[in-house]
């Protein structure tokens, strides 16, 4: 099976709307669409798909490493990377910074409370 790529994400990952896509969002007067109110289907396509790629670009320039200039150019791979990270984003949740202290059962711990006076 042949896997196209579909105008509407070529359009969106494109430097030049990547562009205009981060200059409305810094720039209220700035619009990217004319009429805001009453948007096409293809129109919502076109915004979903201009923000996911904005959203990977960011995480590539945060030093994601399993996003590439490469990567970003092949929808099968931009879905595969997209597919993966929501299965395992409960993974980022869980990692904690405090090491795991174990406790030994015999001893006990301290609880410094303040005193009455």
Request: net charge neutral; aromatic share 10%; glycine share 0%.
């Amino acid at each position: 099976m042949l896997y196209n790529n579909n105008p509407l994400r070529t359009l969106a990952r494109s430097i030049e709307w990547q562009i205009r896509y981060r200059n409305a969002k810094e720039i209220p007067s700035f619009k990217l669409i004319r009429d805001e109110e009453d948007l096409s289907i293809i129109q919502i396509n076109f915004l979903q798909w201009l923000s996911t790629y904005n959203y990977l670009r960011e995480q590539m320039l945060n030093g994601d490493y399993l996003l590439s200039e490469e990567i970003l150019a092949d929808d099968m791979r931009v879905d595969a990377y997209l597919r993966y990270k929501e299965i395992h984003k409960n993974d980022d949740k869980n990692k904690t910074d405090k090491p795991e202290t174990t406790r030994h059962p015999t001893i006990p711990s301290l609880i410094f409370r303040p005193r009455k006076h």
